[in-house]
């Protein structure tokens, strides 16, 4: 949705690396966002996006408007159905997913690519792009892409401006629990055990109000009472200012 940072470039460079041509995707799209989220105010700056997408080997920027992408009489939605987009995000954000999913169809029909590149940062989200992919036969490849964090582990993501100069040292928190759910898998804890260890982290920053903290199946994102290899932990919440999320692979023997 633009606002590049460096989990972005990452992205674009791998594109770039590994195919004849890139085209980027630049769209703050209104059907991912609820009532009472920041689609007025997420931040937008086209010119600087280009710029940064050129430096890392876009060829082209694909930056259609909404009356572009969704004309008057537009009446079509793409709905994933099942677990995998009622809980966590889907739970928190209703209605986020359909826009995920219809406006990814859209663009793959429109580009037509052989490869499409998502971060992992937005686990969930990949893993409903890979099922609408799968599941409408798009012929597009996804190529998951390792998140980018910033040297204290913060995630990359454009929502990171929204954090205060006080909520900053702080925002890591989500990282820091994520290693402990880490820490307690490998010393043989059982996946609700893990979750109560990061749960302990997130309660050390009273700013942070958790929506979850959970360890759940690498694909099917279901709640695990054991050990999968890849089992994934995922978290979110909010600081006053802003939303934060983030997940780390936490179980592979």
Do not use: C
């Not at 997408?53 to 920027?61: L, N, V």
């Not at 409408?136 to 995630?155: C, K, Q, S, T, Y």
């Not at 290693?179 to 804890?189: D, F, I, N, P, Y």
Request: hydrophobic residues 40%.
């Amino acid at each position: 949705m633009g606002y590049l940072h460096e989990g972005h470039m990452e992205l674009i460079r791998r594109s770039a690396a590994e195919n004849a041509e890139t085209a980027v995707s630049i769209f703050v799209n209104p059907l991912q966002f609820g009532a009472g989220e920041d689609y007025e105010t997420y931040p937008r700056d086209l010119e600087r996006d280009a710029r940064l997408a050129a430096e890392a080997g876009a060829d082209w920027i694909f930056h259609p408007d909404s009356r572009t992408m969704y004309p008057p009489g537009f009446a079509t939605t793409v709905h994933v159905g099942g677990p995998l987009t009622e809980r966590w995000e889907g739970e928190r954000r209703p209605g986020h997913f359909d826009g995920v999913a219809t406006v990814v169809t859209k663009l793959f029909n429109l580009v037509r690519p052989d490869r499409a590149y998502f971060g992992e940062k937005d686990y969930q989200q990949l893993q409903v792009v890979r099922r609408i992919t799968a599941d409408l036969d798009l012929g597009v490849e996804i190529v998951p892409v390792p998140i980018v964090r910033e040297p204290d582990g913060l995630a990359r993501s454009s929502r990171n401006v929204y954090l205060t100069p006080e909520q900053r040292p702080k925002a890591n928190v989500l990282y820091r629990a994520l290693l402990a759910v880490r820490e307690a898998a490998a010393s043989g804890a059982s996946p609700q055990e893990a979750e109560r260890a990061g749960g302990r982290v997130l309660a050390e920053v009273p700013e942070f109000t958790p929506d979850y903290l959970a360890v759940v199946h690498p694909e099917t994102l279901e709640p695990l009472q054991e050990w999968v290899p890849g089992a994934r932990a995922i978290v979110a919440g909010r600081f006053p200012t802003v939303r934060l999320i983030d997940n780390m692979e936490v179980w592979n023997p």
